[in-house]
């Protein structure tokens, strides 16, 4: 039922202040992780990590990479990343003591269960999946499962799965970054600021009407380009991955670094830019990229950190965000680029919730 809401897909992301809560409680109290947030086994498997490997495809891959720029950080434990219809067709190696983490909202794509299956003759230390089926077969096949608790997804495009993939990557990178040196007090900082996010969120959500004006601007457009800088960058390719689907626009996302080294020279007043700028060590160095688009013509839509001194002016639209914490930057900046194609999507008349082309589940190769 979509209530009060026109599309499945306007009333997940709105849920998502409410869900990612959900993904929190029994796991986390004010200050810390709960040992048991993985399960009551999970404490000496964490210590024995040494390498972790995720496998997802789509959406779930993008979670899989902002996870991977937290899990070097704070737990300083190696991570790899691959897409699974990649990785179950390569000959791969499993390092010793490698958590293989499988991330998928469904549990029942073909490609991720393939992937685990093969890794499983590999050899690994244990298996946990981060999922939002109870009963899928993901569950079914791991060793350790973190439900995610969006609720159902109906949405073809996923959105409320993501953020709460991230909330549940989060805290598992937590509980393995305190067996791996993590102090109490930086956890303690860590798990406040997630304690934040679902009112940030909500601060978001309430500028849905200021992005439906906003999305007038990407009707007309054939390309875009989304950037973003460290665990930004998956979030800039989600917000790709999300209007492509339902707008059918091109869209493409890169790191921001990455930009003078070949996209740039697609930059010109018809390809609108999108950039999701947090308060982080990067801002600087982002603002910097800015100013190359803008000196190609190039029209910049910023998502800013409402400290971070982005200003409007002619060609650049800037959109204040709250202040978020660093870490918990890529779970809050996915929601204003959910939004930005939901009203392009609706601007176009396209069928939100059913985009041509795609199925909610990929159950096969
Ligand atoms: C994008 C989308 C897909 C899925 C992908 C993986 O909006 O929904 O890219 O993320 O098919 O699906 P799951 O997470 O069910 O394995």
């Known amino acids: 039922d979509k209530g009060e809401y026109r599309h499945f897909m306007l009333k997940e992301i709105f849920e998502q202040p409410r869900v990612i809560k959900a993904t929190m409680e029994g796991r986390v109290t004010a200050k810390k992780v709960l040992e048991q947030a ?3 086994s999970a404490g000496d498997l964490l210590k024995s990590v040494r390498h972790v490997q995720i496998i997802a495809c789509g959406t779930s891959y993008h ?3 902002v996870a991977r720029y937290w899990i070097e950080d704070l737990a ?6 691959e897409v699974a219809s990649e990785f179950r ?3 791969h190696v499993i390092q010793p003591d490698t958590l293989f983490l499988c991330i998928s909202q469904s549990g029942e794509t073909a490609d991720t269960l393939a992937a685990l299956r093969q890794a ?5 230390r244990a298996a946990l999946a981060i999922c939002n089926v109870p009963g899928s077969s993901l569950v079914r096949e791991s060793d350790l499962v973190m439900m995610t ?3 159902p997804e109906i949405g073809v495009a996923s959105t409320k799965a993501f953020t709460t993939q991230l909330t549940a990557l989060l805290i598992f990178t937590l509980a393995l970054a305190r067996h791996n040196g993590l102090s109490e007090e930086r956890e303690a900082e860590i798990v406040e600021a997630l304690h934040r996010v679902p009112g940030q969120v909500e601060q978001v959500l309430a500028l849905d009407s200021a992005i439906a004006e906003m999305s007038g601007a990407f009707m007309d457009k054939v390309h875009t380009l989304f950037l973003g800088r460290g665990s930004l960058f998956p979030v800039a390719l989600e917000g790709a991955l999300k209007l492509k689907e339902i707008s059918y626009i091109h869209a493409e996302a890169y790191p921001a670094g990455e ?3 070949g996209p740039l020279a697609l930059v010109d007043s018809d390809m609108p830019v999108v950039t999701v700028a947090p308060n982080n060590a990067m801002l600087e160095k982002l603002k910097s990229n800015l100013e190359e688009v803008r000196a190609r013509g190039g029209e910049l839509f910023v998502f800013a950190d409402s400290q971070a001194n982005v200003q409007a002016e002619e060609g650049l639209h800037v959109l204040s965000l709250p202040s978020v914490h660093e870490v918990t930057a890529p779970i809050v900046y996915t929601v204003p680029l959910q939004l930005l194609s939901y009203h392009v999507a609706v601007l176009k008349g396209t069928d939100v919730d059913q985009p041509r082309n795609l199925a909610k589940s990929v159950t096969v190769e």
């Open 120 to 124: 499983k003759k590999a050899g690994f």
């Open 259 to 261: 930009l003078k080294h």
């Open 89 to 91: 067709y390569r000959k």
């Open 38 to 40: 993985l399960g009551t």
């Open 63 to 65: 979670a899989g990479m």
């Open 149 to 151: 608790q969006a609720g």
């Open 76 to 81: 300083g434990v190696p991570c790899s990343v």
